[in-house]
């Protein structure tokens, strides 16, 4: 990774090399050329003693970092306010940023991928990070911003939280999961093929008139049908499986057999699409995606960026939660007993950064180590 060269205790970069770069006289790699910038590799780093700001250089120091948030990975320095929280909260908040939901592609309507999960409303955080900006987590964002309040309620004990009835009702954490589930219809040696229809009676393996209830003439479920666990969705019969099956027994006519595709016994939602193709043999392919929007309930997790998490304690109708002065009702009540023990100092920093955003209309800069000046913000919350 690219650092700045220090040589007896002396930067090599000097303001004249920063301004050519401004002015477009000198790009990255010609610094690279001039000895300025050096890639150092995992293994050399050992050897390297690198400063983090320019106050930490000493006569010893032989590297200093780009910027301060380098030390940290991609998701890590996507954390407001990173230097203000005790280190294993930011370890928790890295695995849990690679689980939370956001729009992960715009291709929804011909996505037929197995499984896919989408939050229904994301939203730029007014708290951001120059980091998001650069690898697009912006444009893409994986959360929304909840109005919080932190206050003691019998049902947010330990680390639960109370969510807001009407704010659920109005869309707040609300997500859609995506199942594909697939048929095809071989054409095999011998000239028999799979059949995509409703099994008939003398099928081997008929499940009944009732299971094949929800399947069109065509053999397919209907789009915005709703299902459940082991609902038929795709009829399909086929034939014999081995030659002896097919010798006709006592002049027995050879029998197909049900090969129906039914969806899995925790899955539900409504019949999203259906998507028909034929593969390069000409066997037909049938895709059918089921949609299942999940509504905020009681046992879901949610966390913050500071590495706060808990799962919902209880949801209460808008008129039993607590209000401020100006009418503000609150999305979301958390325990203050979660911020002394965890020092997630963070946490209430990109809150206070959060309502003066809101205040002046903008987004908020809360880089780890180079973040906006806390004491302009403090004016503005005056």
Known sequence: RPLLVVEEGQ???????IDKLKSGELTVDDLVALGVIEYLDAEEEENALIAVNLDDINPRTTHLEISPLAIFGAISSTIPFAEHNQSPRNT?????????????????????????HYLLYPQIPITTTTTSEIIGLSKNPIGQNFIVAVLSHPYNMEDALVLNKASIERGLGRSATYFVYEAEAKLYPVGEKDRIQKPESDVRGYKGEEAYVKLDEDGIV??????????IIIGRTSPPRFLEERVEVWGQPSYRRDTSVAVKSSHSGYVDKILLTEDKEQNKIIKVRIRDTRIPELGD?????????????????QEDMPFTEDGMVPDALINPHAIPSRMTVAHFLESLFGIAGALKGRQMFGDSFVHENPEQVYEILK
């Open 11 to 17: 930067l090599r970069l000097k303001p004249e090399h």
């Open 92 to 116: 928790y908040e890295g695995a849990m940023a690679k689980q939370a939901l956001g729009y992960p592609t715009s291709s929804l309507p011909l996505n037929f991928s197995t499984t896919s």
């Open 222 to 231: 209907a789009p915005e049908t709703y299902v459940v666990g082991n609902d």
């Open 301 to 317: 997790k949610f966390a913050t960026r500071a590495g706060q998490k808990g799962v919902v304690g209880m949801i209460v109708p």
